[in-house]
């Protein structure tokens, strides 16, 4: 049976049955069990493998999910922000039953999210990237972001489709998004609290400075 995530803590060790000739258990044991001592009822020889699952991993009673996705949780810090950008069509799932909570945000996906945030206005494909082709999904939303001034790519001519989305590059990208809108962005603050503020990027300093400004 399914193991649903609020019946247990945040960190459950869970065991499986050693499947051997050695047992005194004759009959097909298909199911997992808590177990403290390293054993499974039953089953006299230690079990086969210790699993750590976090709720995350756990299947979640239907009733208390998001969206009809099982991965997120009603319960989750993040359910509200899910249920609004699914509900205005700013992301999709990744499936039909799964929104992939944990998956890092690329480049093309911040592009996607905040071109559909504008209505996906009419795009001509131009080569401005070498790796970003006319027929790529993310085509429209790159270009897009280009030519609006809100996303630019790497000095060696790529946009870096697939690179994982920095801090300092969501908040410049954030910051450039809102001056194109005409949103104040003038509500700055000093960074020298934080013990890493002298990492980051030139380009970045005064966005960072906006987007913590601005919570």
Not at 4 to 12: G, P, Q, R, S, Y
């Amino acid at each position: 049976d399914n193991i649903n995530a609020n019946e247990v803590e945040d960190i459950a060790s869970i065991w499986l049955a050693h499947y051997t000739t050695s047992t005194s258990y004759s009959g097909a044991y298909t199911q997992w069990q808590y177990s403290d001592t390293g054993r499974v009822s039953g089953i006299n020889t230690d079990v086969d493998c210790n699993f750590y699952l976090t709720k995350g991993d756990l299947v979640p009673d239907p009733g208390d999910s998001v969206k009809g996705f099982t991965d997120v949780l009603s319960s989750n810090w993040y359910a509200e922000a899910v249920s609004f950008v699914v509900d205005h069509n700013l992301m999709s799932g990744t499936s039909a039953s799964t929104f992939s909570p944990n998956v890092a945000l690329t480049r093309v996906m911040a592009a996607q999210i905040l071109y559909s945030l504008s209505g996906k206005p009419p795009v001509s494909y131009s080569a401005v990237y070498k790796d970003v082709s006319a027929d790529a999904w993310y085509s429209d939303a790159v270009i897009w972001a280009y030519q609006n001034g809100i996303m630019s790519g790497y000095t060696n001519g790529t946009f870096g489709v697939n690179d994982v989305i920095t801090r300092e590059q969501i908040a410049t990208i954030l910051y450039s998004y809102s001056n194109r809108y005409g949103v104040d962005t003038s509500s700055l603050q000093n960074l020298n609290k934080y013990t890493d503020a002298s990492k980051i990027s030139s380009y970045a300093v005064t966005p960072m400075q906006w987007a913590v400004a601005n919570g």
